[in-house]
C-alpha cells in the first residue's frame, strides 16, 4: 500500500511562509514568467496561500521588489583577493554579470528602486573599499564609481540619481549611521563635492571626466596596436 503524507491545510502554509520564502518565490517567478507577472495575487497562488497572508511578510508590492533586488544583489561574490586592484574589480563585476544574467529583469527593477535593502550599498561600499584599500583617493573613487557606472552590477545604465540633496546636518547624520557598518560609502558622502558642501554630484563634471578617461585609454590602446 502507498502511503501519502496528509495535504497541508491553508493554515499551515500560512504560517510557514517566511519572508525569505515569499522572496525567493517571487524571484523565481520573475525569473520564469518575467518581472510583469509578479503580483501579490499570482505570488499566492504561486505558494498555495491566500493573498492576503502576504501581508505577514512584506508590507506591499514595492516592499517585495525591494527584498527581490537586495536578495539579487546579495547573490553577487565580492573577490578581494586579487594580486591587485584591477584584477579584484574585474572578477567582482565579471560574477556581478553572472548573477545578473540569471535574473534579467533585475536591471530593469533595479532602476524603479528608491529604498534599496542593505545588500546595494553593502556592495557598493565594498567596491569603494577595494579602490581604498590600493591607494585611490576619495575622490578619484567617487569619479571610478561614475565611470563604471552599474557595470559594477553586472550590467549597462547610468546607476547613479543624485537629485535629492540632504542638507549637511542631515548627511551628517547618515553618515554617523553608515560609518560603522559601511565607512567608504559614509566616507565618500561626506567627503565628495562639487561645490564646497555636500550635495548632488555635478553631471557635466562627471560625464567630462569619463569621456577624457575613455579617450585617453582608446589612445594608448591606439599607440599599442600602431
Same mark, same amino acid.
Given at each position: 500500500?502507498?502511503?501519502?503524507?496528509?495535504?497541508?491545510?491553508?493554515?499551515?502554509?500560512? $504560517?510557514?511562509? $517566511?519572508?525569505?520564502?515569499? /522572496?525567493?518565490?517571487?524571484? &523565481?517567478?520573475?525569473?520564469?514568467?518575467? /518581472?510583469?507577472?509578479?503580483?501579490?495575487?499570482?505570488?499566492?497562488?504561486?505558494?498555495?496561500?491566500?493573498?492576503?497572508?502576504?501581508?505577514? +511578510? #512584506?508590507?506591499?508590492?514595492?516592499?517585495?521588489? %525591494?527584498?527581490? /533586488? &537586495? @536578495?539579487?544583489?546579495?547573490?553577487?561574490?565580492?573577490?578581494? %583577493?586579487?594580486?591587485?586592484?584591477?584584477?579584484?574589480?574585474?572578477?567582482?563585476?565579471?560574477?556581478?554579470?553572472?548573477?545578473?544574467? *540569471?535574473?534579467?529583469?533585475?536591471?530593469?527593477? =533595479?532602476?524603479?528602486?528608491?529604498?534599496?535593502?542593505?545588500?546595494?550599498? *553593502?556592495?557598493?561600499?565594498?567596491?569603494?573599499?577595494? =579602490?581604498?584599500?590600493?591607494?585611490?583617493? #576619495?575622490?578619484?573613487? +567617487?569619479?571610478?564609481? +561614475?565611470? =563604471?557606472?552599474?557595470?559594477?552590477?553586472?550590467?549597462?545604465?547610468?546607476?547613479?540619481?543624485?537629485?535629492?540633496?540632504?542638507?549637511?546636518?542631515?548627511?551628517? *547624520?547618515? @553618515?554617523?549611521?553608515?560609518?560603522?557598518?559601511?565607512?567608504?560609502?559614509?566616507?565618500?558622502?561626506?567627503?565628495? $563635492? +562639487?561645490?564646497?558642501?555636500?550635495?548632488?554630484?555635478?553631471?557635466?563634471?562627471?560625464?567630462?571626466?569619463?569621456?577624457?578617461?575613455?579617450?585617453?585609454?582608446?589612445?594608448?590602446?591606439?599607440?599599442?596596436?600602431?
Amino acid at each position: 500500500m502507498k502511503l501519502t503524507p496528509p495535504a497541508q491545510s491553508a493554515t499551515e502554509r500560512r $504560517t510557514q511562509l $517566511t519572508r525569505d520564502k515569499v /522572496i525567493t518565490a517571487a524571484i &523565481d517567478l520573475a525569473d520564469r514568467d518575467g /518581472i510583469d507577472a509578479v503580483s501579490m495575487r499570482r505570488l499566492a497562488q504561486e505558494l498555495g496561500v491566500e493573498a492576503m497572508s502576504l501581508y505577514t +511578510h #512584506v508590507r506591499n508590492k514595492d516592499d517585495l521588489l %525591494d527584498g527581490m /533586488i &537586495d @536578495a539579487v544583489i546579495g547573490k553577487i561574490p565580492i573577490t578581494t %583577493d586579487g594580486p591587485d586592484w584591477k584584477t579584484s574589480l574585474r572578477r567582482t563585476a565579471l560574477a556581478a554579470r553572472a548573477v545578473v544574467l *540569471r535574473h534579467t529583469w533585475a536591471p530593469r527593477t =533595479l532602476e524603479t528602486r528608491t529604498t534599496p535593502g542593505p545588500a546595494v550599498p *553593502r556592495y557598493i561600499n565594498a567596491i569603494l573599499g577595494i =579602490l581604498r584599500e590600493n591607494g585611490f583617493t #576619495v575622490t578619484l573613487a +567617487h569619479h571610478a564609481l +561614475h565611470i =563604471l557606472g552599474s557595470r559594477v552590477l553586472g550590467f549597462s545604465q547610468d546607476l547613479f540619481d543624485d537629485s535629492p540633496d540632504l542638507d549637511p546636518e542631515a548627511a551628517a *547624520r547618515l @553618515a554617523g549611521e553608515l560609518g560603522a557598518t559601511l565607512p567608504y560609502a559614509a566616507e565618500m558622502a561626506l567627503a565628495v $563635492t +562639487h561645490e564646497g558642501a555636500l550635495g548632488g554630484c555635478d553631471d557635466d563634471t562627471e560625464f567630462a571626466f569619463a569621456l577624457d578617461f575613455i579617450l585617453d585609454g582608446l589612445d594608448r590602446l591606439s599607440q599599442v596596436e600602431t
